[in-house]
């Protein structure tokens, strides 16, 4: 059974991402994508327990959008470039062929970071920091954990 508690920074998508980057961009936000897919125990555990933690609430509701792509799923996906494809090519596309992976996008939607696996609240706060306080551009994030893992 998956966990469906709310996630205050999912933002309900047709999966059309070059309009979700625009919104997101508008909003003042950044825009990451949740690579997920039936059945995942860590997709699972993110949504119970990370994303469930009120300091991650906070954080990423006023930074970020999420949108969700299913690995395995046929749905049409309009990538940043205005193309159709399927979320399973998309997955494919990026190289994702394992669940859960979170890709982190600038502005114009270059992939600032795919970041892999189940991640403690803790260092996803981090992960946001380094990507909202523009981090990425001086230091690669493994650096920027450790540096802040204090």
């Known amino acids: 059974m998956a966990f469906t508690a709310p996630i205050p920074f999912l933002k309900p998508s ?3 991402l070059k309009e979700d980057l625009e919104e997101s961009t508008k909003a003042g936000k ?4 949740m690579f997920h897919q039936e059945g995942c125990p860590f997709c699972d555990k993110m949504r119970r327990v990370t994303f469930q933690d009120s300091q991650v609430q906070s954080y990423y509701t006023k930074h970020f ?3 969700e792509i299913d690995i395995r799923g046929s ?12 979320e399973r090519q998309f997955a ?3 190289g994702v062929r394992l669940t859960p ?5 600038d502005k114009n939607g270059n992939v600032i970071a795919k970041v892999p696996g ?3 609240p803790r260092e996803f706060l981090l992960i946001g920091r380094w990507v909202v306080e ?17």
């Open 65 to 67: 959008n999420m949108v």
């Open 118 to 120: 189940y991640i403690e």
């Open 101 to 105: 992976v979170f890709m982190f996008l």
């Open 14 to 16: 047709f999966l059309n």
């Open 75 to 86: 749905l049409e996906v309009v990538d940043f470039d205005g193309k159709k494809t399927t």
């Open 134 to 150: 523009e981090h990425y551009k001086r230091v690669n994030l493994v650096n920027f954990l450790r540096e802040n893992k204090k």
């Open 92 to 94: 494919l596309k990026h």
């Open 30 to 33: 950044y825009l990451f994508i």
